[in-house]
């Protein structure tokens, strides 16, 4: 597997869709006892949309252009190869994010805290 593309991470996160955009808007918020995000993250050779260290969870903002050509084969080899270094991958369709952002991101916090290791 090649290095973890930090330069490219870095890249995207000054470019983030706008429906990764209003996640983030959600996400990115500290708050005590609440899982804590970081956007554009790189791991291996793939870099992950958001990434939750604590709970091992990847989360995955799919647009339309996802389910076109080898897209399906490339998603499902990344989703393994995660998959393998104990990580979970959540997709969520770029339309769910427009039509109910708060709901979205409320539902991927309490899937991450599903996640925390047990204390």
Do not use: N, S
């Not at 899982?35 to 992950?48: C, E, H, K, M, N």
């Not at 903002?61 to 959540?90: C, S």
């Amino acid at each position: 597997m090649a290095q973890p593309k930090y330069a490219l991470a870095r890249t995207l996160r000054r470019k983030l869709t706008p429906p990764e955009y209003w996640l983030w808007q959600y996400l990115k918020l500290r708050l005590p006892d609440q899982p804590v995000f970081r956007r554009q993250y790189a791991a291996g050779a793939y870099i992950l949309d958001f990434y939750c260290f604590k709970a091992r969870l990847a989360v995955e903002v799919d647009g339309g252009l996802h389910g076109l050509e080898d897209r399906p084969a490339a998603d499902e080899k990344r989703d393994k190869w995660l998959m393998d270094q104990g990580i979970m991958t959540y997709r969520i369709p770029a339309a769910d994010v427009f039509r109910d952002v708060e709901g979205v991101a409320d539902g991927i916090r309490l899937l991450a805290i599903e996640r925390f290791p047990i204390k």
